[in-house]
């Protein structure tokens, strides 16, 4: 009989260290696939991400709001040229110079006009290029998540301890593998906030920018273009927060194979990260412009 409940007790234990390897495995590969997935996004410029979308966008700027720019253009021309001919006595006194400064400007207009967006995507190619290296870096982190956890070490951590101490653990588990999903919900929700909100940002392009042609509304496309460059760089910091994430990871899962260790301290120190990451990653994009001085 002894031996009956012995055999029933190694079988139970045995399960119970396999359920909890498989949680953990799945835990783990949750947290990775979320970094893989979110650097991706937070790599791709506003035509990468989605193609159609940004041609529904291009397609509005270049059709609706191109016409209203180009409006704004020629009612700054003639108040520009109104201006010329009263400061310098109706017109009676002729000075070349102001004139070739006029028909500079309405060329520079009609520039701007009809290269909106490849004005804009420029700052999205300026930080891309920065993101490349730390891109590899990031790809590291994530492919070292995916690996770091040993079956046999697994074994060996839990090996010793008691049916009790393994049921806690894997309902622990089980409520922190609920949890997760929900945190990659909230870190989805803000990589795609992002790339919406530079979409949108996007849409308006030629309005601000055609003012950069006028000293008295010059400010409005100077904001616009820093408004540009933090979406292009929230990309960046989004990627460091994802790094920083995946190697603090990593010393958590090194915490768990460690001889004094506590498991379920440290798992619940990877629900802990996940939360600090989706918070980072909403505040990436006010750091942003705080950094661009956008408002």
């Known amino acids: 009989m002894s031996n009956m409940t012995e055999q029933i007790n190694e079988w139970v234990h045995a399960t119970l260290v396999d359920f909890i390897g498989n949680q953990l495995f799945r835990i783990v590969g949750g947290a990775a696939d979320g970094v893989e997935w979110a650097a991706g996004y937070a790599l791709q410029a506003p035509h990468e991400w989605n193609p159609e979308i940004f041609t529904t966008i291009y397609t509005i700027g270049t059709t609706i709001l191109r016409g209203v720019a180009g409006s704004i253009l020629a009612l700054i021309l003639i108040i520009d040229f109104i201006q010329m001919i009263t400061a310098k006595n109706d017109g009676i006194e002729f000075d070349v110079a102001i004139y070739l400064k006029w028909i500079v400007k309405a060329f520079v207009g009609l520039f701007i006009i009809n290269n909106t967006y490849g004005i804009v995507l420029a700052g999205f190619d300026l930080s891309s290029q920065a993101m490349g290296d730390l891109a590899n ?34 309902i622990q ?32 392009a030629p309005i601000p920018l055609i003012t950069l042609v006028s000293a008295e509304h010059r400010a409005m496309g ?11 760089f929230q990309g960046f910091l989004m990627m460091v927060a994802l790094a920083i994430y995946s190697s603090l990871i990593g010393n958590i899962i090194t915490g768990i194979f460690a001889a004094d260790g506590d498991p379920a301290t440290n798992l619940w120190g990877i629900v802990m990260l996940s939360v600090l990451l989706g918070f980072a990653l909403f505040k990436v994009g006010s750091i942003s412009k705080s950094v661009f001085g956008a408002s």
């Not at 982190?141 to 301890?161: G, H, K, R």
Request: hydrophobic letters at 55%; proline letters at 3%; charged letters at 10%.
């Open 137 to 170: 870096l990031v790809s590291g982190s994530y492919d070292d998540l995916s690996t770091m956890i040993n079956p046999y070490e697994l074994i060996a951590v839990f090996e010793e301890q008691s049916i009790g101490q393994l049921l806690s653990l894997l």
């Open 222 to 232: 100077m904001n616009y273009i820093k408004v540009i460059l933090a979406y292009a």
């Open 173 to 204: 588990l089980l409520i922190i593998s609920m949890i997760m999903p929900i945190l990659n919900v909230v870190i989805r929700i803000a990589v795609y906030g992002r790339l919406f909100e530079t979409l949108i940002a996007m849409s308006l």
